[in-house]
Structures are given as C-alpha cells and as structure tokens.
C-alpha cells in the first residue's frame, strides 16, 4: 500500500460546481499536509497548506482527519482555470526531510 | 529570479548509456529532492538530501545514485541507463523542518532511454 493515496479521477464536472477530492494517508505519525497543483505535467506549485482545524482560501477549503487519517479539499464555484491534477503531500516528524506525494486527482471543469 | 534549475531540459540516451542530472538552487535551502512523474503515477521520491554531504533513500531509488557536495547542488546520476528510466524528472528544494513545507520545483528534465 502506498504511503499517501488519491482518488486518480479524472472528476469531470460543469463549471460553477462544487468539487471534493480525498487524500488519505497510512503513516500515523504523519504531521504536516499540504495540497499542490500541476498544470500539464509542468512543475507542481503549492495550492495550500492544511491546517489541524482546517483552512480556507477563497473557493478553496482545506480540512484534515487526524482519526480516519486522511485530507480533504474542496473547491466551489469551480472556473475553467481548475481544470489541472491536484496533489497531496505528506511530512512526518519521523521521517525526516522525507516528503511522499500522492498519485493526484485530475480535474477538467467544462464550460 | 533563478530558483531552481535543472540541466539539461531534454536527453535521449540509449540503453547502458550513463548521465548526470544537476539540479541547483540559490535559495540557501537545506532540503533537496528528486522525483520522478510518470503517467498516472504522480511524483514519486528517488532520492533526498537533508543537507550537504548527506542522501537519503526514497520510493524508488534502484538504478540511480545522488550526490549533494555542495549545499546549492544535488545530481542524480543513471550509471546503466533503462527503458524503465524513461520519465520526466523533477527537482526540488525547500527550508528545513516538518512545518516549512513549500517545495520550489525545477522545470523538470525530459529523459527518453531507447
């Protein structure tokens, strides 16, 4: 089983709808989650981090589950400009340096 | 504004072909990291680097090597290049500790093994 896992997708949806992907996570002592974004293969850029009490950035909205270990991220009002694979990421204090990435979730938002 | 960069952009080798990919940063960042993306796969963890002189095993380090002699530097190096080795390569850097999470990427290289 892989480390941290995602839903591979892809999510179609219709633009102006609301939209929410998992993440979920096997390492318990797992401490700092955040959510990036990749357009076409290029390199990912930090979407944002995911607070213990959840964390939100205009239409998008970070939580996380420390029981059912997993993150969670929705976005509303979903534009064209979404459309791209989001992915999660993991640090553990007990691992080090050592950051795990999930496969990511692709998203097209259609007009 | 440099960043982090990575050379070369491009390669194609031919199988039992070695190579060397630099990646360097300017942003005086202890943590360094190669990933490797293939499709459907998302980025998966060769090799780190939590400070000069120091590596570390990731997912899927079998047939690749690292060095980081210098802070500001990390190489990936393919000794006996494979097909399987075909994948766009990312680097990548951040500040030390569990909290400072933002990763800054390299552009990625392009690496085709025939």
């Known amino acids: 089983r892989k480390e941290v896992e995602q839903d591979p997708g892809p999510f179609n949806v219709p633009e102006g709808a609301t939209v929410a992907f998992n993440c979920t996570y096997s390492?318990?002592?797992?401490?700092?989650f955040f959510w990036y974004r990749q357009d076409c293969r290029k390199e990912p850029k930090l979407l944002m981090s995911v607070y213990s009490s959840g964390n939100e950035d205009g239409r998008f909205t970070a939580q996380l589950n420390r029981a059912s270990q997993y993150i969670s991220l929705l976005i509303r009002d979903s534009k064209l400009s979404d459309s791209a694979t989001y992915l999660c990421?993991?640090?553990?204090?007990?691992?080090?340096?050592?950051?795990?990435f999930g496969q990511g979730t692709e998203l097209s938002v259609k007009p | 504004n440099a960043g982090v960069t990575q050379t070369p952009k491009f390669r194609v080798l031919k199988t039992g072909q070695s190579m060397t990919l630099l990646c360097a940063q300017d942003?005086?960042?202890?943590?360094m990291y190669w990933y490797r993306q293939d499709p459907g796969m998302g980025l998966r963890l060769i090799h780190y680097s939590v400070g000069e002189g120091t590596t570390a095993k990731g997912e899927v380090p079998d047939g690749y090597n690292v060095s980081r002699l210098k802070k500001q530097n990390f190489l990936l190096g393919l000794e006996s290049a494979a097909p399987s080795q075909t994948s766009v390569y990312f680097c990548?850097?951040?500040?030390?500790?569990?909290?400072?999470?933002?990763?800054?990427f390299g552009e990625g290289s392009r690496l085709t093994v025939l």
């Open positions: 390492n318990s002592a797992s401490q700092s």
């Open positions: 942003m005086n960042h202890e943590y």
């Open positions: 990421v993991v640090n553990s204090y007990n691992q080090g340096g050592k950051l795990i």
């Open positions: 990548a850097s951040r500040l030390s500790g569990v909290g400072l999470g933002e990763l800054f």
